[in-house]
């Protein structure tokens, strides 16, 4: 078995996370370079989608279809205020099950807010896994911070979390957000201070690689500070990555073989 597995997500979502903006998806042509490009470097790309996207947009699934995009669903209709409700859940389970006539596996909350009872509910569902936990100081530090980042099962459940992967005893997110934060040679030097974990958990979203200048302008003055940085650098910085990843030896999976990888080795334990 490989020993560096590296599982690459994209969350296909509202433009910057915000409810119902969608003008990205207008760019098929440099959503289709982006693939292009993952797929030059035999990526395995798990697609967290938003739900309603299923039902709106399926000629942006198509085009991830094209290249063999695993889906899993990312909420119906990425509602900060009720990220892992009944309804959300519910709904994108559905949506998804329309679509591709089978049921999806992974969830992921926006902005990984996860709940026990976003997680219960999950269990009642159906789900296999949840990978909605970012072990970091962003989003939620004082629940998630120092949990562990490690693959592993919630208490008293069958669902596995798999959590983004933070590095360094700092906990610093590994996203493309986070590269084109920090700058690409901060996350260099981490690297060659810091050995990278077995297995990572890496996080992206289209507007980390196309800005969506409409929406740009329309965001709040902070995130509209925090989204300037290199802000035309994430598909260069995410090159940069890959190609020191395939360096190190490490091999793309999918999320479901991730979870099937993890879930035979509990079972040999």
């Not at 695993?70 to 990425?78: C, I």
């Not at 990984?112 to 530090?141: C, T």
Request: hydrophobic share 35%; glycine share 4%.
């Amino acid at each position: 078995m490989d020993t560096k597995l590296f599982a690459f997500t994209l969350d296909l979502e509202p433009d910057y996370g915000r409810s119902g903006q969608y003008e990205l998806f207008q760019k098929t042509r440099d959503i289709e370079e982006v693939l292009i490009i993952l797929a030059s470097f035999d990526v395995k790309l798990t697609v967290f989608t938003v739900g309603e996207v299923f039902e709106l947009y399926p000629d942006v699934i198509r085009l991830f279809e094209k290249y063999a995009c695993e889906f899993e669903v990312h909420s119906y209709s990425h509602d900060l205020r009720h990220p892992d409700s009944e309804f959300e859940i519910q709904q994108a389970k559905k949506a998804y099950f329309s679509y591709f006539q089978k049921y999806p596996k992974g969830y992921r909350a926006p902005e990984g807010r996860i709940s026990d009872g976003g997680i219960e509910i999950l269990a009642r569902e159906g789900f296999h896994y949840d990978s909605s936990i970012f072990p970091s100081y962003f989003p939620n530090p004082f629940r998630y911070l120092f949990r562990d980042r490690q693959i592993h099962y919630h208490i008293n459940s069958q669902i596995m979390e798999i959590p983004l992967t933070a590095i360094t005893p700092f906990r610093l997110t590994l996203s493309v957000s986070y590269l084109k934060l920090c700058g690409f040679d901060f996350y260099r030097k981490l690297f060659q201070t810091y050995d990278l974990p077995e297995f990572i958990c890496f996080d992206s979203h289209l507007h980390d690689f196309i800005p969506s200048e409409n929406t740009f302008r329309k965001l709040p003055s902070f995130w509209n500070l925090i989204y300037s940085r290199n802000k035309y650098k994430g598909i260069d910085y995410c090159i940069e990555f890959l190609q020191y990843v395939k360096n190190e030896g490490y091999n793309f999976h999918f999320m479901s073989e991730i979870y099937d990888l993890n879930k035979q080795a509990i079972r040999k334990e």
